[in-house]
């Protein structure tokens, strides 16, 4: 593979800009170089067989049936040096404790709402703010047992914080099995290279479900509620459940009875669940409290939850910092509950609510991306500087609309990696994100799931437009001999 | 275990076998064809009864009623579209439950239902002809018992899997019935009276290859092929893993270890003493479909007695 034409226009994962590799990456671009292009496409063939046998699938539904689609994988892992690593960890430690606090406080006395550090104006128009949330007390104070946040690299190679997800978020599986088969692809660099396992998730995902057991003590009954299998993620929730032994329950699986208790319909009878690992949205979770027409949900499950007796994860309402303008308080909240300052810096934000930064965005759209508070999957977004007039016209229009609704970040040229493509290796942005679980203890995932653009020069890394995905390595440069 | 896993998992086991009972049907009627002299004559349509899909046939195609040819028959029974009791049916809807349970069961299980149905997508049309029908057959035959053969190679024991049992032992008595059923309505036509008695001789060979039963039929019985003979040993044998009665009796003994429910024992000791006190010599005088029948109406109750008592909790 050749190397010698590789140029990227902003920061890259591997290349430095003189061309010569990052010293973590070394070992693995000068095995790239030695390989020739048949060999390279023969491993990349060998990768696709064996996402493809191993099921790495997303379902994708079109035309009245679903597809189950593989998730174009890219062999070239990113590489992030160890040391580096541990910063951001630490960075996302701190995040998700800040994070959790909030919740729990804008569920119970609202005090950073009454030290005026946050306007309590934006819970009133938030639409993941659930009233029927207020005054419960979540199994060891944590309501986000599960956030996978979306970490980007400016041009500058400075790691921001770009959005956490709080709610349901997907993608952990593509990390596992992206990693199986890049093992199978490249055995001899896990031989010569440190190169830090990730396959520690799933029992540390186990572990912080089995320690929101309202039964402390006996051995929890765990279940993964799907909404079934024309979900673009059902792949994930199968793996998951079987990776960590629960069971994968759908919504008509599982009725509340009359003493408040969640239980399975199983061949035996009524089996009574302690915790349930849920992926499907609040709104469609219980059609007592919130959509009276779903059918994915389970009737009572809050009322269930509410009286101690069942836990959920993530805590309904958990969204309400799922919130694009809610994130621009993040630094705030972690030096106001944590007196300490952010270590992973957030992507400079303006938000359309205030007066200063609406005018500031209304004059410079055409250099900044619009994002609407709670949208994910980067649909309903503006990336400016790639939007005709016209559309930064209706864009204005909709924020002079509803400022609550929208905030704006300044276009970040993304880092880049090399993909293999037919014109040899190419750059393409990408972000990351890891998974981080809280529970008794917090665990972040060793590096996370690479999201790469396939298309050049594209932004959008996300799976439902065109987006793959990378390894990850972490690598460990201490210990090279 | 879930009923609604348990409901999936007995479903899943009865259309693989359903599929490779259906291939095997259609293999040996069409090898059965080749042998017959020119004076007799293969009749197809008996097999859309066998399947239990008279009125969708009769929709499909309604000028060939009783002369249905080979062709029609067979491309119903293989990959119509509109029949789904056809092959390419039952392992669709195999593959579609499994989509469901796939963390139940192993992975290659999945990869081999996976590969049938993308052998018969791909394969189909072509597997129609006779040139190319048998070689079809059999690797669809081959996609199936791969599957059995990964249940019980690497499925624990545990009551899931008591169900898949559940559902192959009663599927296979079902089939059996269903395939004694058609070889009793007079596939073959003679054409004079004298040559009647060796026709049937070769029907009940083929009713037999139909259920892979012919080799351990010689084996056991020792005797030319007789209609009641070829009726007892496809009733009435204990050793026999596709025989009526050593399906039922299978699932005399699978049930201590699944919950127990004193209605399904029930039903199924009544459909058992009905296949132990069968007269195979005087079933094979006289028509033994109305008996299949009683049978098959058996089975039915007793599916709904399984369906009750533990899918619907």
């Not at chain 1, 591997?14 to 010293?23: F, K, S, V």
Request: aromatic share 8%.
């Amino acid at each position: 593979m050749d190397w010698g034409k590789y140029r990227s226009s902003s920061w890259d994962e591997l290349i430095q800009a003189d061309g010569r590799p990052r010293p973590a990456a070394r070992p693995l671009v000068e095995y790239l170089a030695g390989l020739s292009g048949r060999e390279l496409a023969e491993r990349q063939v060998a990768a696709d067989v064996a996402a493809r046998v191993m099921g790495v699938t997303f379902t994708v539904y079109t035309e009245g049936r679903n597809v189950d689609r593989t998730l174009p994988f890219d062999l070239i892992p990113r590489v992030i040096e160890r040391r580096e690593w541990e910063r951001t960890e630490a960075g996302l430690r701190q995040r998700i404790r800040a994070l959790n606090l909030f919740i729990g406080d804008i569920y119970g006395e609202q005090k950073i709402v009454r030290d005026k550090v946050f306007p309590g104006a934006l819970l009133k128009e938030s639409v993941n703010f659930r009233k029927q949330c207020v005054g419960v007390k979540p199994p060891l104070g944590v309501w986000a047992h599960i956030c996978g946040s979306d970490l980007v690299r400016d041009a500058a190679g400075t790691l921001y914080a770009l959005e956490d997800n709080l709610r349901i978020p997907s993608g952990v599986s593509y990390m596992l099995e992206n990693r199986l088969v890049a093992k199978r692809v490249f055995p001899e660099l896990f031989e010569t290279s440190t190169i830090l396992p990730v396959d520690a998730y799933p029992s540390q995902l186990y572990d912080t479900l089995a320690a929101l057991s309202p039964r402390p003590g006996d051995t929890p009954v765990i279940a993964l509620l799907t909404p079934g299998i024309y979900n673009s993620a059902y792949f994930e929730h199968c793996y998951l459940a079987q990776s960590m032994g629960i069971e994968l329950v759908e919504g008509g699986d599982l009725f509340v009875d009359d003493d408040d208790c969640t239980y399975m319909r199983t061949v035996y009878g009524p089996q009574r669940v302690d915790v349930i690992y849920r992926r499907v949205d609040d709104l469609f979770i219980d059609p007592e409290v919130f959509h009276p027409e779903s059918v994915l949900g389970v009737k009572g499950l809050i009322r269930s939850w509410r009286a101690g007796k069942v836990a959920l994860a993530n805590a309904p309402g958990a969204g309400v910092a799922d919130d694009k303008v809610v994130f621009a308080y993040v630094p705030k909240m972690i030096r106001y509950y944590l007196g300490e300052d952010a270590i992973l810096p957030n992507v400079p934000s303006y938000l359309c609510s205030e007066k200063k930064d609406r005018d500031y965005v209304l004059a410079h759209i055409h250099e900044l991306v619009v994002k609407p508070a709670n949208e994910s999957g980067g649909y309903g977004m503006l990336i400016g500087p790639r939007a005709t007039k016209r559309q930064h016209e209706q864009f204005r229009k909709l924020v002079l609309a509803n400022p609550r609704n929208y905030m704006a970040q300044p276009t970040l040229s993304l880092s880049t990696a090399p993909i293999i493509t037919d014109q040899g290796p190419q750059p393409r942005h990408l972000d990351l994100r890891p998974f981080v679980l809280s529970g008794r203890d917090i665990h972040v995932t060793t590096g996370g799931l690479t999201r790469v653009a396939m298309k050049r020069n594209s932004l959008v890394v996300n799976s439902s437009q065109g987006g793959g995905a990378k390894d990850t390595w972490i690598v460990d440069l201490d210990e090279v001999a | 275990m879930l009923s609604r896993v348990a409901d999936n998992l007995y479903w899943f086991s009865r259309y693989i076998r359903r599929a490779e009972n259906t291939a095997r049907l259609v293999g040996v009627s069409g090898q059965l064809q080749l042998d017959l002299p020119r004076s007799a004559r293969f009749a197809w349509r008996p097999l859309v009864e066998t399947v239990g899909a008279a009125d969708a046939f009769a929709k499909l195609y309604p000028d060939s009623a009783d002369s249905a040819s080979e062709a029609d028959v067979v491309r119903f029974l293989l990959v119509d579209p509109g029949n789904p009791l056809s092959l390419r049916g039952s392992v669709r809807n195999a593959r579609e439950i499994l989509r469901t349970i796939r963390d139940t069961l192993p992975q290659e299980v999945w990869e081999a239902v996976n590969d049938i149905h993308l052998y018969i997508d791909e394969h189909g049309e072509r597997g129609l002809g006779r040139r190319y029908r048998l070689d079809f057959i059999n690797h669809v035959i081959d996609g199936c018992l791969r599957v059995s053969g990964l249940l019980t190679a690497n499925v624990s024991r545990d009551v899931g899997y008591q169900f898949l049992r559940l559902g192959t032992a009663l599927e296979q008595a079902d089939m059996t019935t269903r395939i004694i059923d058609a070889g009793s309505s007079g596939l073959l036509r003679a054409r004079s009276g004298e040559d009647e008695e060796a026709f049937r001789a070769m029907q009940w060979m083929s009713v037999l290859r139909s259920l892979a039963a012919y080799q351990m039929y010689r084996r056991h019985v020792r005797q030319r092929v007789t209609p009641e003979l070829a009726l007892r040993f496809l009733l009435q044998n204990d050793q026999f893993p596709r025989s009526v009665l050593f399906c039922l009796s299978r699932g005399i003994t699978i049930l201590p270890s699944m919950p127990s429910r004193d209605a399904v024992g029930a039903s199924l000791k009544r459909v058992l003493d009905l296949v132990r006190k069968a007269d195979p010599v005087k079933l094979a005088k006289g028509d033994p479909r109305p008996f299949m029948d009683q049978l098959q109406r058996g089975f039915g109750s007793l599916h709904d007695t399984i369906h009750e008592a533990y899918f619907r909790t």
